[in-house]
């Protein structure tokens, strides 16, 4: 993907990037050339006649499939009673809102239009719920749920008939804060999985048997459970990291079809439907205390 198609998303960045920041600019330039292959499409005919041209094929395929991971795990996540589980369906059925808008915006329109709109305010909306879920704040309070879906209604708005430079703040900065929010996350869990093995390993030494073989099991299941979707957690913010950083060598290897858009809806998609198993397993209050007491 070229700095031209990047900037035509984000047009007022990028002008403050070319105005003001000459360092962020040849950044920018650096991960993002103009010699970038032209944008990968595919035109479907019937009848000898052209119907639909598709911009992005593989970036279309993956942002619909990724849409309907996360709307099927937001209804489940809607089922939960536990705390931040409204917040984590949101979270999760936002992103399949910002895949629908970036399904049409990327691959048949490719004009700041409505599309666009979904877009940019499901990010929004997405990493708010996200980052407020992670950080703890207690949903089952129904004033919380009211002011969330009021900042919801008014990010809505504002994105549809505020200015262009709001709109990408208003996607870029909570973009910014959820990765941040959600790696210390990933740290945390990690670390509290070290310390817990290294619990059970001194209990095993000493012949501890304050737990029933039952509920051992319970709890092994458990943490191989939450290690599987830590490791699932992690890799899809690899994939979106390496993706950005790497992109022109990538693009150059496997060509135009594997630009930094693929992998922004693989990497984020796969990162946000790991954490939100994460969150689920976390949440679970009986887990909760075996996993995270070791770091008090």
Known sequence: MSFQAIGNFFPCFFHYAASRNHVLLRLLQFLFPNSSPAIPSIHLKAFGREIVHVKWPLVAIVSSMTGTLCF?????????????????????????????????HHSFFNKRNIFYCFD?????????????AILGVDDRISSNRRNFIVFYAMATIFVIFGPQWAREALY??????????GSWYLAVVIEALRLDDDRRKKREKVGDGEKNTKEMKREEKL?????????IMGFGGVISVVGL???????????????????????????????????????NADFALFCFDVLD
Do not use: E
């Open 72 to 104: 099927i795990a937001g209804k489940q996540s809607f089922s939960h009673p536990k705390k931040g589980s409204f917040l984590m369906a949101n979270a999760l059925l936002w992103y399949c809102l910002m895949c629908l808008g970036g399904f049409f």
């Open 120 to 132: 940019v305010f499901g990010t929004c909306c997405s990493s708010v719920s996200l980052i407020a």
């Open 172 to 181: 870029l900065l909570p973009t910014t804060v959820a990765l941040c929010v």
């Open 223 to 231: 943490i191989d459970d939450l290690k599987k979707w830590v490791l």
């Open 245 to 283: 950083v790497f992109n022109r060598w990538i693009m150059g290897f496997m060509g135009p079809h594997a630009g930094v858009l693929l992998w922004f809806f693989v990497g984020c998609g796969i990162a946000l439907l790991g954490s939100s198993r994460v969150f689920h397993i976390l949440n």
